[in-house]
């Protein structure tokens, strides 16, 4: 059992308030919505529940089984993918997520991470370097990267840019697995990717 | 899938080894802090090798010098890079933050050594600078160099988040580097007048106590210069 | 306000005594020149009290993450680089007087030079970061680094050459008369309560920017 507390998160850039006094409460098996015209603090939202963030005042919690998760757990526990994410141009898929896997104290076979790969529709592009992929392409790697350590918490932050109709297709099927078990996070302004989350939280006025 | 956790040095390695594999298929920080050194190196031996400069303190002076400058050209890259090509929310969202600092306090410091290989022996021809005790000489090169790499990565962790990068980061750098050039000028200069064991070891000391100062220090602050 | 009159008036008092009632300091080749110290000496105190209460705060400021200790390190840290500068030319001037040159790369000299690198390199820093959580947290830490080489600084210098620098006089006793102790120690004094109220008043300052009441 995971869940995802948000607690009166706010957010300033200087003077600029960002966020103001966000609360939520989400668990497995169900998904948060997150909408509002540009620059309303969508992508902020996510980063801070990320970690990537910290936020100005107000706490996030992730927790399992009751229990706050923290530093690796807290890390292995989220699957992020947003606009502004970017992996190593310069090295392979493969060597992409081997680093990755790797890097979260995990051990993954050649074989897992080519599986993975087919299952972003990359099979057969595995060993050439990111550089030489389309925007689709990266936009389907960086769900590789989040779905390789199988986290409980999925945050997509516009999760279909750059993606064509077989990409969103791709990636209208992750959401719909991982939604059985697993705990969503969505940014977005496309109505039919609204229509997922069980609770919507709209920012901006 | 079978999931395991690992050690932090496995996780530190794994991010060393990342780096040495970006490098060495782009040679970002190669080019630049190989051929910076070469030609300061080239510039400093036109300008005063003709005098034919003998003074050991000089020597030395000039040899730090020129791999404070070569390391201040390159040594910020770990870190400006993973900014400047977006990847450092991956890194962030996926390594240990120490893993990171130890993973590219590693590479910043073969990155050096690798420098110093070439530079040294050519700066020693090039100057006519003699040295007397060798082993003493490529002592003090090493352990000044974990020091001078040390505080380089965490700089180049700070600086990569500001604006005015190049400039900012000699400028961050130079004050805490300060007591390691002068110990390691001192010292190196003793090397090449092939000093005793027991002034070597004065100097010694001084550069692996500022190392593992600047280690320690650093591994701990890097978690609030690392989230952003 | 009443403190602010007394501090006024006390270093009035250490003023007239510097220069009216202090009898020149004989050990000294130029025996008149050295009523400098009473000002030269209370700066350089200052200044490392300023520095060591910037990096308090800076510590404070990491492990609360509260931006007015962030405000107070930097305005510690702006307040002991000027004490740092007055003292680095008053020294000059002395060393002028009494050695000839303004700048010799005495052990003192160098220390507080790169002292003072250290603070502009921390300004330069906090002005090329944008966005405050930032500034604040690159900037403390830089501080806190910055003062943990300090102590190889006092370390590895002196060696480097031999010191004129007079403070074995000072300290030493019959160095200098009683009376030279006595406007010594009311300076230090003076100099550490201006600091005191300098930094109340940066700080105050630093709020009213920040559109802040209280701390």
Redesign the interface.
Known sequence: MTSVRLLAITKEYGERRVLEGINADIASGSSLVVTGRNGSGKSTLLRVIAGLTRPTSGQVAIEIDGKVLAGEERRNAIGFVAPDLALYEELTALENLAFFAKARGMRRSRKDLRELIARVDLAGREDEPLSSYSSGMKQRMKYAFALLHEAPVLLLDEPTANLDENGVALVDEIIREHRKEGLLILATNDKREVGYGDQIIQLGF | MGTKSSSLASKAIAVYRKDIVSEFRTRYAVNAVALFAVTTLIAVSMSVGGFGVTDKNLLSALLWVILFFSAMSGLSRVFVREEESRTASALRLSADPIAIYIGKLAFNLTLLLALEIIVVPMFVVMMNAGVRNWTFFWLILLFGSVGLSAAATIVAAIVSKANAKGALFAVLSFPILAPLLVTAISASSAAMGGGAFADCWRYLRVLVSYAGVMITASVLLFEFIWED | MMLQSLLGVWMCGVILAAFLWLPPAKGFQYPEAARIIVFHVPNAMAAVLAFLVSTVYAIKH?RG?NPADDAKSAASAQLGLLFALLAAVTGAVFAKIQWGSAWNWDPRQTTIL??L??Y??YF??RS???????RA??S???A???F??VP??V???P??TSSLHPSDTLTSRGGLGTQYRIVLFSAMAGFAGLYLWMFRLSVALAEIRNGKKGV
């Open positions: 990491l993450r790169i002292l690198l250290i502009a390199a330069a820093l090329s970061v944008e966005g405050s959580d930032r947290a690159l403390s830490a830089y806190i680094i910055a943990v080489t190889f600084l370390f590895v210098v060696r480097m």
